[in-house]
């Protein structure tokens, strides 16, 4: 009699669920699938649903589309498929486990307050089945738990937590990318990238994105050469200067983990070992990077952090609704033209250079008495960068209601600031074009200007260019009253 065939039983399978980490090199996840020896996959899930009011903003999912294009693309040279799926990742991912036999997972972790409790069901559940989860840190320094204060607890002020976080000893080094692995050869249902309609399909916007930034990996690896050899030093007061290239130029890249945050540290420092003239700038973008650990502390402290003023008191703040104002500011129409070129920036590029987002955070937050949370939304949505943890860290410091804020007493003055950091006019006349022929000495305040110079500059104030929407100083006068209202409201 014959005996049955016995059924060859599919070889176990790892798969490498990516998030915010969309890259090969310093990825402990994708090292960890690979070194196993078993044959690997790897998944994207855009899970709108998870994420909620959070979900990706407009210039974000334009930077994700192509970021995703580059991820597919490195992963493609090690044999490993990209799986694009869309849905609810506690139903997608294990899914796609079963669907592959997949006897492993593995992810970096995120420190979003929806992330965590998502993530941990999922871990869970995978587990009772069998499977095998392992979560990784990719994305900080320091894990926001690990830094502590004395009594245990996270620190609440930026330069002592910076200083604990540096006197934990070195920091962790960067790990290379995979040379080898055994990519997944069975068939697993994938979406079509272009069926995620992640482009933006507001007539116009961003069109000149891409003139400006190359997302994936190789931009990112481009941009911080770029920076070590030319940005870096001086950088201490550069970065300041939005008329230059003085910053890094590295938020989107980092805020996609296109480059790991220990490999832009390992290789700032690096760079300081051969060229020992830039320590004190290494330094200060050393710190810069500290800032981004302590948002992250904070967002992995308190929930709310995006959505609720950290010092309790501000929700009582007699915020103003004027869409008019609003409307205004958003489309660079202030009269401000520092406030109104870093907002056109924003609009044209995906991005604001630091100084100028003060600048124009304060002027909306004190010269315009608007709630904070219609910034941080605006930004939301129309940063490259947008990362919920920086994003509410910025604006809460802005408006003074964040840990380690700005004090209420400093109201950000728009001319001084751009005769300070834009003295030639440089930033004005290049993103506010009708500026462009209006000397130095009125370029930062042009209906202060006598007639005959506006004239000849070819700037009819309320035609060409707005009026200032509010002024300087009495606005400055209603924005310290509004705070001090706090000080005598129970």
Known sequence: MNQPKATQKPEASVLVWFRDDLRVDDNPALAAACASGAPVAALFILDDEAAGEWRPGGAARWWLHHSLVSLAASLKSLNIPLILRRGSSSAVLPDVVAA???????????????SKALDSAIKAELRAQGVEVASHNAAMLREPWEVKTGAGGPFKVFTPF???????????????????????SGVIASDALDAWNLLPKTPNWADGFSSHWLPGEAGALDNLQRFLDKGLLGYGDGRNIPGKVGTSRLSPHLKHGEISVRRVYSLVAEAVTQRPELADD???FASELGWREF??????HFDDFPTLSWKAEFERFPWVTNTTHLKAWQKGQTGYPIVDA?????????????????IVGSFLVKHLLIDWRAGERWFWDTLIDADLANN???WQWIAGCGADAAPYFRVFNPMTQGEKFDPDGVY??????????????F?????????????????????TYPRPIVDHAKARERALAAYASLKTTP
């Open 443 to 463: 370029i930062h305040a042009p209906w202060t200007a006598p007639s005959e110079i506006l004239q000849h500059a070819g700037v009819r104030l309320a035609s």
């Open 392 to 394: 509410a860290a910025g």
């Open 342 to 358: 870093g907002m056109r920036e924003l609009w044209a590029t995906g991005w604001m250079h630091n100084r100028v987002r003060m």
């Open 282 to 284: 290494a330094k200060k």
């Open 295 to 300: 948002a992250f502390s904070l967002l992995h």
């Open 100 to 114: 592959m036999g997949a006897m492993a997972v593995h992810w970096n972790r995120r420190y979003l307050p929806w």
């Open 428 to 441: 004005v006349r290049r993103w506010v074009p009708e500026l462009t022929r209006m000397p130095n000495a």
């Open 162 to 184: 910076w200083r604990a976080s540096v006197s934990m000893g070195d920091m962790p080094s960067p790990a290379h990318k995979p040379t080898q692995a055994r990519g997944f």
